[in-house]
């Protein structure tokens, strides 16, 4: 049972451009979650997704940022004209639904603006 | 609104002593508590977890208590060893994880 899987792993992007970050939850997880992980910080909650449904965003910037989570496919977080500020990890996690709680992380990928 | 606050920041013990992490948080609705290790580089990995029908949960060397009156909760390490060495992070879980801030842990041989 492969584990939550996210790519890139990396990700280097010049500012203004864009930047998509895919995230393939557990099989048999239909719910994922994004947070962000400032250098030396902690971990920030972004946004809530099920299947084509986003059900809590309110850790996104209202800005430049947005999330899906599509009947077919990875879950894509999409960052557009990217600033230096944007650079971070971002993690994705799965989970089977409410009734379990527990959030299994991907790997991360780690986004630089150059 | 949702906040959890984690103490201490930063930990130093002796290899083969104990290692205490403390949380708090303020949301009444929260009812399960997981606690996550992250190594350098890593992706944060669930370690123990609680939810609020139980006061205290235990795991080899791992325990967690659960006070849901003072809504504090509590990470206990035993017989430390430098593997543990890692960042320590707490949360509560309504729909979302909220993170505490992250405990440095250093094990020492």
């Known amino acids: 049972n492969a584990g939550v899987m996210q790519n890139p792993r990396h990700l280097v992007r010049r500012r203004g451009q864009e930047a998509r970050l895919r995230c393939s939850p557990m099989?048999?997880?239909?719910?994922v979650y994004w947070y962000r992980q400032l250098p030396e910080e902690g971990l920030k909650f972004m946004v809530y997704?099920?299947?084509?449904?986003?059900?809590?965003e309110s850790g996104m910037p209202k800005e430049r940022f947005s999330a899906e989570f599509p009947k077919e496919g990875p879950s894509i977080l999409r960052i557009q004209q990217v600033v230096r500020g944007d650079s971070a990890a971002y993690f994705c996690?799965?989970?089977?639904?409410?009734?379990?709680?527990?959030?299994?992380f991907g790997p991360g990928t780690r986004l630089t603006v150059t | 609104g949702e906040n959890v606050e984690q103490h201490p920041s930063t930990l130093s013990v002796q290899e083969g002593d104990s290692a205490v992490i403390k949380c708090t948080y303020s949301?009444?609705?929260?009812?399960?508590f997981p606690w996550y290790k992250q190594e350098l580089g890593k992706r944060p990995q669930l370690i123990i977890d609680?939810?609020?029908?139980?006061g205290e949960k235990k795991d080899q060397r791992i325990a967690v208590t659960l006070n849901k009156t003072a809504k504090h909760f509590s990470l206990h390490i035993t017989e430390t060893q430098p593997e543990d060495s890692a960042v320590y992070f707490c949360?509560?879980?309504?729909?979302?994880?909220?993170f505490g801030t992250g405990t440095r842990l250093q094990v020492f041989p």
């Open positions: 996690a799965s989970s089977p639904g409410l009734i379990s709680y527990e959030q299994y």
């Open positions: 099989k048999g997880h239909s719910h």
């Open positions: 997704l099920q299947k084509e449904n986003i059900i809590d």
């Open positions: 949301d009444s609705a929260s009812n399960y």
């Open positions: 609680i939810r609020s029908n139980v």
């Open positions: 949360a509560d879980n309504t729909d979302k994880l909220i």
